[in-house]
């Protein structure tokens, strides 16, 4: 049995032209890292605009905010103050604490965020959150 030699340049070329198919930019897809696409759907969520709240009465505000401390539940607050986008900023986290007027905040860094009462505009907890 004799084989026939093939230049290694020319077989090369020979694939590339008649059997590979390049996928472009998929073939990297498998490269992105959980990191970089947690970063990037934070992105596109942030990107969307939350609806203005019907503005809630204190006794409302704390009533709501005192029964998510009871129960541990998470909270979701829409403020009384505005962005450089003129949106509602919010706060997301569970209750501390309080103090007087005050309220105490645990965000998602673990950071303890303080907030006035007449501050808060609307407040969703639970399964609302």
């Known amino acids: 049995m004799h084989l026939h ?11 590339f032209q008649r059997d590979y198919h ?3 930019m998929l073939k990297w897809g498998g490269f992105y890292l959980s990191d970089h696409t947690s970063a990037l759907a934070k992105m596109h969520a942030a990107e969307q605009v939350e609806i203005l709240q019907p503005r ?3 006794a409302e505000v704390s009533q709501r905010l005192a ?15 505005w ?3 003129q949106v509602a900023v919010t706060v997301d986290g569970q209750v501390a604490g309080v103090d007087e007027d005050q309220i105490v905040i645990r965000v998602a860094s673990g950071r303890y965020r303080s907030l006035q009462l007449i501050a808060i505009r609307c407040v969703s907890t639970g399964d609302a959150v």
């Open 67 to 81: 029964s998510a401390w009871r129960h541990k539940q998470p909270v979701h607050l829409q403020l009384n103050v």
């Open 5 to 15: 030699h093939v230049d290694n340049d020319r077989m090369a070329n020979d694939f």
């Open 56 to 58: 809630q009465t204190q």
């Open 22 to 24: 390049d996928r472009g």
């Open 83 to 85: 962005d450089a986008n």
